[in-house]
Every structure is written in C-alpha cells, then in structure tokens.
C-alpha cells in the first residue's frame, strides 16, 4: 500500500511540519528581495556562490562608495529562523541590512548557509564557517570579489547575528581562534541579538538532531557553559542584547 502523503512524522509549527515522505512544510517560507545594481544607488547588493559544491551563497551590501581606494569596515550578518527558516536573501534581512549599511557605511557580508531538518543540524554551523573562510580569503586584496578585494578593512571585522543565526556567529568566532587568521585580520567584536543557547528538554534542537544523543544542555555550541573552546575565541569583545525566550 502507498504511503499517505500527508501522514505527519513531526509537527513543528509554527517552524516546519515534517511529513513521512521526506517532505516539508515551512510554515513562514522566505522570499526573495531584488538586488540593486546602481552604482547610484545608497547601497548596492549582489548573491555570490562561495561553495559550487553546497551551493552556500553570500549576499554583499555595499555603500556608495565615493573614494575609490576607501577601505571601510566589514560586518558578517547570520540571520536567525531557529535553524530552520529564513534566508539572506528575504526583504527582512535584506532590508535591515541595507538601512544599516547606509546608515554606518559599511561592507555587510549576509550569509545564506543550509536549513534544517532536510540538512544535518551540523550543516548550518559548517556553511556559515565555509562562508568566513571565503570571505577572509580577500584580506590579501586577491580574493574572487572585488567589492571586498577593493573595499573591504578586515583590520575592522565584526561577526554576528540574532536568534539563531547569534549562536552560529558564536561559534564562528570560536572556530576562529583555533585557526592561524592572516595578521590583516582582526576580528574587533562579536554581536549577538537574542541569542539561541538552549533550554533543557527543547524539542524544536531534538526535531533537528533526531539521531543525536543528549539534548541541547549537552551540546557546547547550544550550552556555551560546557564549551572549553571560549576561552581562545577569536575576539575580547562581546556585545549581548537578549531577551527570555527567542528562537
């Protein structure tokens, strides 16, 4: 007999709702905001491909630029979604970021990595990872984008997020302090908005970790308390805005 296509193997709303068959169901899908390539414009916008193999992307913010050999500071954006949802390229982060870098003139890097449960939990950790090895390729000008080859100060480089995409950037910075960074880059801060570090008996991190055991007090990139990696993360200086509860 076929299986019912509708038969529910995890319900998850108001994130996702997993059915038997392998498919989902995003509750809150994503859209797509246009990009701008005016060089008029206030802040111009393109998707890159760091990853051909993952097809991990990166979209760039740039401010007008009225120097042509102006190096201005570089921020890497994570967006949040509980590790399931959103994407760099929906108007609300698009448009967020756009405000800013307009506002503080400069070079936002928002990255696009992999969603859960179609993807390993592990996956959107690694992506977003793959996308800063990408991006500080360019610290040497040689890189495969002239946006950040020409513009971008990675003297000045901050890294962080909300929600969950706050708990990827945590862990970034962490990965960070155990690699041999090219001495043009320094990482001058972390920002974390509402971060994700998870609560005991969460059943949102065991819907996206089904064959893992423990829960999410176990996990050190979830439990910063039992991670021993903190003490050589990449960067002295943290910047916390949080509330009780957000994913």
Request: hydrophobic letters at 40%; glycine letters at 6%; charged letters at 20%.
């Amino acid at each position: 007999m076929a299986s019912n296509t509708n038969e529910v193997a995890v319900d998850m709303t108001p994130f996702f709702v997993l059915y038997k068959n392998g498919t989902i169901n995003r509750l809150r899908p994503a859209d797509n905001a246009p990009l701008s390539d005016d060089p008029q414009a206030p802040v111009r916008s393109k998707d890159v491909v760091v990853h051909p193999e993952t097809g991990v992307s990166v979209r760039i913010f740039l401010p007008k630029i009225t120097d042509p050999k102006q190096k201005i500071p570089v921020v890497i954006y994570i967006h949040g979604g509980a590790f399931c949802m959103g994407s760099a390229r929906s108007s609300t982060f698009h448009n967020f970021i756009s405000s800013v870098v307009e506002k503080a003139n400069f070079i936002a890097v928002s990255v696009d990595y992999r969603l859960a449960p179609e993807n390993p939990f592990d996956t959107t950790y690694d992506d977003s990872w793959a996308a800063f090895q990408w991006i500080i390729s360019h610290a040497n000008g040689k890189g495969p984008d002239s946006w950040l080859n020409d513009h971008a100060d990675f003297a000045k480089l901050f890294i962080g997020g909300e929600s969950a995409g706050a708990n990827i950037a945590n862990d970034v910075v962490v990965r960070a302090g155990f690699t041999d960074l090219d001495s043009k880059i320094k990482i001058l801060g972390l920002y974390l908005v509402h971060p994700y570090f998870g609560i005991e008996n969460d059943q949102l991190y065991k819907a996206l970790n089904p064959t893992r055991n423990g829960g999410c007090f176990e996990d050190p990139r979830v439990n910063p308390l039992i991670d021993p990696r903190l003490k050589s993360m990449a960067c002295k200086k943290a910047l916390f805005s949080w509330r009780r509860r957000i994913l």
